[in-house]
Structure formats: structure tokens, C-alpha cells
């Protein structure tokens, strides 16, 4: 099913910001600018947020200062991109909801949806391993696995789950904004 406008109109103006969750590869970045554009709101990328202020990829933040000062600018942002206004679409670093400050202030502030996928849709997906830090030492699919063990029981706390093993961009895209009708009960 497709959106109409008045059903775009209506979802844009959600009493909260969407927050995108989901291990790295599950397209919140694709899947979060296309949603953006449908409806008309602004789009933001906590990553991109923190190589902006801090002038340097993500790969050399961990490399440099490590990962817990990485984790601190990630949930000093995030919190700076939900007090925004207006509402709007924001993916997050697959790490971000499995953080116990920024996981509290995503549920607080932000209606959060799980982009959920098997390891192997993850790794299919994920053509440039060599910026993802965590990604970096070792096979990409045995470590994707170990964080599903450790980060899926924090993401099944989102408030929205959608599966897209087996979708393109653009069908994710349709089953977001169909579960995000359904949630908000648009006619
Ligand atoms: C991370 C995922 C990355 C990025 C950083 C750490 C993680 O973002 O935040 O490399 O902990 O899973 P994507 O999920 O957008 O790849």
C-alpha cells in the first residue's frame, strides 16, 4: 500500500521525533532520508551529527579517543537532535540504543522503530566495512552475529519493530510508513 497525501500530512505531524534503531546494515540511514522526504520533515544522522562537530570520522574517533568517548558524544548529540524541533526522522549508531543514557532518552523524547534483519541481510548490505570500527578486526559476520546475541534484546524495546529481511530500500520504506499508519490508526 502507498501513502496519500493526507495520510502523509497527518503522520508528519507525529507528537514525537521517529527514531530509526537497528544493528549497522539495517538501512536506518537509506531507509530514514527516504521516510524524510515522503513526508516532508527534516532528516538527521546522529553519526553524521558527531563527524560534523568533531571534524573527523567515526573510524578515527574510535581509533584516536576510543569507544566510551565515542558513546559520550554519541548521546550528547542524540539528546541535542531529539530536543530539536521541529520533529524528525533521526537514525542512530547501531551501538546508540543498547547505551543505557541514550536508550532512556530515545524512549523519553522519540517513538522508536527497530529496522530488524538476520546477519547475513546485514553483511549483504554493508559494502564498506572499513568504516564501520567494530566491523574492522576480524570476520564481519561472526562479530554481526555476537551483537545480535547482545543488542537484540534491547532493540525488541523499541516501541515499533519491522522486519526487512529480503527488502529493498523502497519496500522497508512502504512497511515503515504502513506500520507507522496502523500505529497512529490514519485512516
Ligand atoms: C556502531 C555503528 C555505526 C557507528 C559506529 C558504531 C555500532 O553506525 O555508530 O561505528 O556500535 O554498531 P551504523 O549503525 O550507522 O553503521
Redesign the pocket.
Known amino acids: 500500500m502507498s501513502i496519500s497525501k493526507h495520510q502523509a500530512r497527518i503522520l508528519a505531524q507525529m507528537p514525537k521525533s521517529l527514531v530509526l534503531v ?5 538501512g ?2 537509506c531507509v530514514g532520508r527516504k521516510l524524510a522526504e515522503i513526508l516532508n520533515m527534516n532528516y538527521a544522522d ?2 553524521q551529527r558527531i563527524e560534523a562537530i568533531a571534524g573527523i570520522s ?2 578515527d574517533i ?1 581509533e584516536l579517543y576510543g569507544e566510551e568517548k ?1 558513546r559520550t558524544l ?1 548521546t550528547r548529540e542524540l539528546k541535542a537532535l531529539l530536543n530539536a524541533r521541529p520533529r524528525q526522522i533521526i ?6 540504543f543498547c547505551q543505557p543514557a541514550s536508550h532512556e532518552a530515545i524512549k523519553k523524547h522519540a517513538l522508536s522503530l527497530w529496522l530488524q534483519a538476520q546477519p547475513k541481510t546485514l553483511i549483504a548490505r ?1 559494502s564498506n566495512t572499513s568504516s ?3 566491523l574492522k578486526d576480524g570476520d564481519p559476520l561472526k562479530i554481526i552475529t555476537a ?1 545480535t546475541a547482545k543488542r537484540d534484546a534491547f532493540y525488541a524495546q523499541a516501541d515499533l519493530v519491522v522486519n526487512t529481511d529480503g527488502l529493498e530500500i523502497s519496500e522497508s520504506v512502504e512497511k515503515v510508513l504502513d506500520t507507522l499508519i496502523t500505529y497512529f490508526k490514519i485512516g
Not at 22 to 26: A, E, F, P, T
Not at 91 to 96: D, P
Open positions: 537497528g544493528h549497522m546494515g539495517s536506518k540511514s546522529s553519526d567515526t573510524a574510535f565515542f554519541e537514525s542512530v549508531g547501531g551501538g546508540a554493508i564501520r570500527p567494530l551483537l
